[in-house]
């Protein structure tokens, strides 16, 4: 009962958000939406797309070493560089990795395919997806299909920055 009406209030956002001319009361009614979302029903539904934000700085690092979604989602993922280095000495990117593969292995592969964004070809079938490099000031965002649920490892894979910038993307059931 409860899911029904939170499915049709978010239904009617969509539609006045598709057919609306402001932008303004689009954004706030989205935004009420989600509010809503979680605190019915504790986390985001499948369907839905779940908005992600991490950042990297000067200092090899992402703010962030836990991400969640939900099986059957899209994900539309924004990775931030904070910093002010460029991307030739500090480079970030953000590669989501199929389980099972070796992170230093990767990572030792990646370091050489500086001309394919660090994203060495012999190894694509290992990259469930992946964002571009980005240096200090810029940002660059990407979406995917959530895999299915389970615990994956996300890395930048800059040389020499895995080690440090790793972390665990977890895919709940949906
Ligand atoms: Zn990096």
């Not at 980005?134 to 979406?143: A, K």
């Not at 800059?158 to 790793?166: D, E, I, K, R, S």
Request: with cysteine.
């Amino acid at each position: 009962m409860k899911s029904n009406l939170l499915f049709f209030f978010i239904l009617s956002v969509l539609l006045t958000a598709c057919g609306g001319d402001s932008a303004n009361d689009a954004a706030s009614s989205s935004a009420s939406a989600e509010e809503s979302g979680s605190a019915a029903t504790g986390s985001s539904a499948a369907g839905e797309v779940a908005e992600l934000r991490i950042e990297g700085n000067d200092l090899m690092q992402f703010n962030l070493k836990q991400m969640e979604v939900t099986a059957g989602q899209r994900v539309r993922l924004t990775l931030v560089h904070t910093g002010q280095m460029p991307a030739e000495t500090m480079g970030h990117n953000w590669v989501l990795l199929a389980q099972g593969t070796d992170m230093a292995d990767f990572g030792t592969k990646a370091a050489a395919a500086r001309d394919n964004g660090y994203i060495p070809p012999s190894e694509e079938g290992k990259v469930i997806a992946h964002t571009e490099i980005v240096g200090g000031g810029e940002q660059t965002t990407i979406e995917f299909d959530a895999p299915p649920a389970g615990d994956y490892t996300f890395i930048c894979s800059f040389p020499g920055h895995y080690a440090l910038m790793n972390g665990t993307f977890t895919v709940k059931p949906g």
